[in-house]
């Protein structure tokens, strides 16, 4: 390394095996940044009340809800911990050490793997409900979906710690100078990442919604069709309500925002050792990030439950008593 100008080190009494202070320039690492703490604040406040409002609301604890509550605290890990470590990393060197490195990356793997379980689960559910309504109150009940959701993180908590099972034995063992926190693992488990959660998650998703999408539109064009009440009668009972088919609708534009924001970042990261895909790979991961953020603001789009809690948190009419009973619905 030339030390002949140190004062762009992070540690300049360390020259030879310290690292350069991140590039200053408005166009990237200082506009990235800025963005990011937007984003970053906007995510923990939205997931925030996404989080109150289902727990605190007698009303919202509903399967499906307690779905959206698990992946809202997956979105507010982003916010509170992957967020603020990327922007960390854009304007300063990393002075926090290798231990703080890998506990990070085990952290955002974690909230990036539990949020892919938790759209599965989602998918399952949606799934469920439409194809099989007359059994959904039976199969699909509050304590399963709570133990489903246990299961979910565990196996997120598991399954990040064989994929970063190097990094947390050795911390900073990626780390080519100080001052950097570099994620990395082993090619078996990039193979194992792909194929579980981008590959296997993937065809699991689509598979189901693309099931609940059939169903969906032939069950609305049976109920626009021009059939004698008798008829409408005898096949009401099999088919989904309308409210169910709402929900579906909703929650497959929730799916389809993560999709759009998931792909992109597994298929550079496949072509990630090509030194040109570095400013493409800064916009996926960002991309990525900003999902995060995106769906609470799809819940106050299509759910006034949503927005009616947000009014009831803003004015604080949560403190009054007897307010976890309100008609929200």
Known sequence: MDTG???DLCFPQQANTSCRKPSSDWSGGVFFSVLLSAECVLTVLLNLLVIISIVHFRQLHTPTNLLLLSLAVSDLLVGLVAMPGE????ISCWFLGDFACSLWSYT??????SSVGNMVLISTDR?????DPLHYSVKVTVKRIQVC???SWVAALLYCAILLKH?????????????????GFEVYAGILDIVVSFVLALCIIITLYMRVFVVAVSQARA?????TCVKLQHSAPSRPKSSELKAA????????VFLVCFCPYYIVSLVAENENLGSVAKVVLYLYDVNSCLNPLIYALFYPWFRKAVKHIVTLRILQPASREANIL
């Open 5 to 7: 100008d140190q004062s």
């Open 87 to 90: 922007i960390y990393m854009r």
């Open 108 to 113: 955002t793997f974690t909230a990036a793997s």
């Open 127 to 131: 799934y469920v409900a439409i194809c």
């Open 149 to 151: 959701i246990c299961l």
């Open 167 to 183: 990094l947390l034995g050795h911390p900073g063992m990626y780390n080519s100078c100080r001052g950097e926190c570099v994620i």
């Open 223 to 227: 109920m626009r069709s021009h059939v």
């Open 249 to 256: 609708r909703t929650l497959g534009v929730l799916v389809l």
